[in-house]
């Protein structure tokens, strides 16, 4: 089974926010050029096979990203499009003892999502995670 955290590790492998500034399931204290990673509800899940999921090769996770950046509008779209990019481009990730098979991201870009209270632009990428079940 595909743990959040999981996803969240993967994403801290990619760079483009430091490990410190990724997190999982909330932004405790909201640190300019941070990713959070949290559950998405409400979206279909993989289909389960007749037998049950123990005949199933693969599991679907529903996830979305904020990006959380800093006052540059243009630096906060880059950064989501950076992420946006990495996740559609994800084959074969292996993380913590997990492969992710491929990510499908559900727009064709980061949806902006304006600033916060303290004018940090923010962007949503929604998306879903097929990986292989052990």
């Known amino acids: 089974m595909m743990r959040l955290r999981d996803i ?14 990724c997190y999982c399931g909330k932004l405790d204290d909201k640190k300019e ?19 049950g999921t123990k005949n199933s ?3 679907v996770k529903s996830i979305s990203f904020l990006v959380h950046w800093n006052h540059s509008p243009t630096e906060s779209e880059e950064a989501a499009n950076a992420l946006q990019n990495a996740l559609l481009s994800c084959r074969d990730a ?3 003892g997990q492969s992710i098979k491929f990510i499908f991201v ?3 870009e980061a949806v902006p999502v ?3 209270e303290n004018g940090i632009y923010e962007y949503v990428i929604e998306c879903l ?5 052990s």
Not at 8 to 21: E, K, P
Not at 36 to 44: A, D, E
Not at 45 to 51: D, F, M, T
Not at 129 to 133: A, D, G, N, S, T
């Open 94 to 96: 292996a993380v913590n």
């Open 106 to 108: 559900t727009y064709d």
């Open 57 to 59: 090769s693969y599991g």
């Open 33 to 51: 050029k941070s990713i959070g990673t949290y559950s998405l509800k409400g979206r279909q899940q993989g289909q389960i096979p007749i037998g």
């Open 114 to 116: 304006d600033t916060d």
């Open 8 to 21: 969240r590790d993967y994403v801290a492998s990619l760079g483009i926010a430091a490990d410190d500034n």
């Open 129 to 133: 995670v097929y990986y292989e079940r």
